[in-house]
């Protein structure tokens, strides 16, 4: 079974500049969820998906964070302008409706100078 | 708000030794408690999982116990090994319509060989 895709592994942007991650969930899991993770933290739930529909957006920065997940397969994540504390690992994650086989793919290593 | 208490931040075990990591959740309705293996630079792995309505779940040398009264949940590592090194997250889940994780801080377990 194909893990959870994501890309690009690592990104280095200057701050303000604006940057995208592409998730691609394993086959059929109907939640998809994007997590920030900043060195020596847990993961933080930023945005949670079910299908292509927002289930929990609470802690998603909304002045300069969004994501979407058309036709409820891939996600993107974006930031516009970014800021030096948005520097963290950007991780996807998905699972089927019933929670187990919850699978997070390898993370996208944002770095903001 | 929901949250995981994770204990300790660190913790380091001669070869051989047992390891403990011990999590506390605030919402009672969470009711799948998933532990997470994080090595460097790579994506957090699920290690072993507990539904609510078990106590004890034991795979190996890892072991995980739940009290449903307290709160709490472990995670048990006997004969420890080196590559048993790694960051361990514990997460509380529980399901509205689709599942919701509350990820705790993370513990560093360093083995010395």
């Known amino acids: 079974e194909a893990g959870v895709a994501q890309s690009p592994r690592y990104k280095i942007i200057e701050k303000r500049q604006s940057v995208a991650f592409w998730c691609n969930p394993i086959?059929?899991?109907?939640?998809l969820y994007w997590y920030q993770q900043i060195l020596g933290q847990g993961p933080k739930l930023l945005i949670q998906?079910?299908?292509?529909?927002?289930?929990?957006d609470s802690q998603l920065p909304k002045d300069r964070f969004s994501a979407e997940r058309l036709k409820g397969v891939d996600s993107t994540l974006k930031i516009q302008p970014a800021k030096l504390e948005d520097s963290a690992v950007y991780l996807c994650?998905?699972?089927?409706?019933?929670?187990?086989?919850?699978?997070f793919g390898s993370g996208t290593r944002l770095t903001v100078v | 708000g929901e949250n995981v208490e994770q204990h300790p931040s660190t913790l380091s075990v001669q070869e051989g030794d047992s390891a403990v990591i011990k999590c506390t959740y605030s919402?009672?309705?969470?009711?799948?408690f998933p532990w997470y293996k994080q090595e460097l630079g790579k994506r957090p792995q699920l290690i072993i999982d507990?539904?609510?309505?078990?106590g004890e779940k034991k795979d190996q040398r890892i072991a995980v116990t739940l009290n449903k009264t307290a709160k709490h949940f472990s995670l048990h590592i006997t004969e420890t090994q080196p590559e048993d090194s790694a960051v361990y997250f514990c997460?509380?889940?529980?399901?509205?319509?689709?599942?919701?994780?509350?990820f705790g801080t993370g513990t560093r377990l360093k083995v010395l060989a």
């Open positions: 994650a998905s699972s089927p409706m019933t929670g187990r086989g919850y699978t």
């Open positions: 086959s059929g899991h109907a939640t």
């Open positions: 998906f079910q299908n292509n529909g927002v289930v929990d």
């Open positions: 919402d009672s309705a969470s009711n799948y």
């Open positions: 507990i539904r609510s309505n078990v």
């Open positions: 997460a509380a889940a529980y399901s509205s319509g689709t599942y919701k994780y509350i």
